[in-house]
């Protein structure tokens, strides 16, 4: 057990028990299981937490309901209200059919009609859904004008202690499910009610183990916050990995997280994707962005984790269809095989094929071209999108470049222009 100053601020063992019991015959106890490539991959056994198997493909029902069981029944009667562009609504939205309680769920009214449709599938005629604003931010501000006006209970997403312990039950069965030691857990991190709930139950029960939480790179609002001993609120974000991208953490988290958590570690969004088709292509794990984060997680661990127990906690898989080839994209990208120039080609005839056979490489693809002709200039600007097959071919398809004056900007490292493209 931790000292009483460890554990000032950690989440008390009866209150996720509790939980626990609420949560039974409503969210599915998912399986623990060893990943045998992962485990050759990194010289560890590892384990993975299949929430991505659970009722609504993620552990967001964990937290929602436990919230609202501990409702009273006026109070559900009344209504209850959350904000939220994944998950948490779905969640809700299952927690608010089971219990019957009517509620309303607000999204950005840009959010994909998939998404939507979803929520309402899981809250059948008990969940109304309010698009309202474009952003996250605007749909949150909607859904807490709404509960104050109206005398309704919001569930928070995260930054509620009830959430909290629901989503700590994850840990409860994780050690319930393994007769060893674990030396490793590691737990993506948006809003922090996860690796709280989680870091709560292993610093009382297992606290040799070391826990690890994980942002993605363009929204490290924990990672920053932890290191300056106090919540800050970035001011932009990178909302690729949606389940895991907030501008502010909770203030109840955070301070769950300073005695729970040991490390926080960055993921780029692209080892992200390629995380992401790796578990689909080797492993037939299909994973939204926020549930591979983890599993993205372990190069930067391989030298540690050697030899060692580690678990790694798979958040979710609501994955949306229409964002497969962006994740290709960015995924190529992260590797190294996808380029994008602006090259200047000489406005005479034959420019182009001389480019083809004298600069691109017997494996280069161009996989995207566009180019307009001017007349009245002597060179005309073309974008250029080149795939190598291997990391290294990028080095000598520049040689060539220098070789043969080709006269080009590469857009890579552009953000601004780049972000035209992907």
Do not use: W
């Not at 989440?11 to 299981?33: D, F, H, M, N, W």
């Amino acid at each position: 057990m931790p000292n009483s100053t460890i554990a000032r601020n950690l989440i008390p063992l009866e209150k996720i028990y509790q939980a626990k019991v609420r949560l039974q015959g409503i969210a599915e106890s998912t399986p623990l299981i060893v990943n045998l490539n992962l485990s050759e991959q990194f010289g560890a056994k590892v384990l993975l937490k299949r929430e991505d198997l659970q009722v609504v493909r993620s552990y967001k029902i964990r937290g929602a309901y436990n919230k609202m069981a501990t409702l009273d029944a006026e109070t559900l009667a009344r209504g209850v209200v959350c904000a939220s562009a994944g998950n948490h609504a779905q969640g809700f939205a299952f927690a608010c059919h089971k219990l019957q309680a009517p509620g309303k769920v607000y999204m950005p009214s840009v959010t994909p009609r998939q998404k939507v449709n979803k929520v309402k599938l899981f809250g059948k005629n008990q969940v109304e859904v309010v698009l309202a604003g474009d952003t996250f931010d605007d749909a949150y501000a909607e859904a807490l004008r709404d509960a104050t006006l109206n005398g309704k209970a919001f569930v928070h997403p995260f930054d509620d202690e009830r959430v909290i312990e629901g989503q700590g039950t994850v840990g409860l069965e994780i050690l319930e499910s393994i007769t060893q030691p674990i030396d490793y857990l590691i737990a993506p991190v948006g809003g922090g009610g996860l690796i709280a709930g989680v870091g709560s139950i292993f610093k009382q029960i297992s606290p040799h183990t070391r826990i690890i939480g994980v942002e993605p790179s363009g929204a490290p609002a924990m990672y920053n916050s932890l290191r300056a001993g106090e919540v800050l609120t970035l001011d932009h974000i990178d909302s690729f990995v949606d389940g895991a991208a907030v501008k502010r953490v909770g203030e109840t988290t955070f301070k769950v997280a300073q005695q729970a958590v040991d490390q926080m570690l960055l993921v780029d969004e692209g080892k992200v994707c390629h995380t992401i088709l790796q578990l689909y292509n080797e492993e037939g794990i299909v994973v939204e962005p926020a549930g591979a984060l983890t599993i993205g997680a372990l190069d930067q661990l391989r030298d540690q984790i050697k030899g060692k127990t580690v678990v790694c906690i798979i958040s979710g898989s609501n994955n949306d269809i229409t964002r497969t080839e962006e994740i290709k994209e960015r995924a190529l990208l992260y590797s190294g095989l996808k380029h994008y120039f602006v090259i200047r080609f000489p406005q005479r005839a034959g420019a182009l094929r001389e480019f083809l056979n004298n600069v691109l490489g017997p494996t280069d693809d161009i996989t995207h071209f566009e180019y307009t002709k001017k007349h009245n200039r002597e060179s005309g600007p073309a974008l250029v999108g080149i795939q190598v097959q291997r990391r290294e071919d990028y080095e000598s398809l520049l040689i060539r470049m220098e070789k043969y004056r080709i006269n080009y900007q590469t857009l890579n490292d552009s953000k601004m222009l780049f972000e035209l493209l992907v």
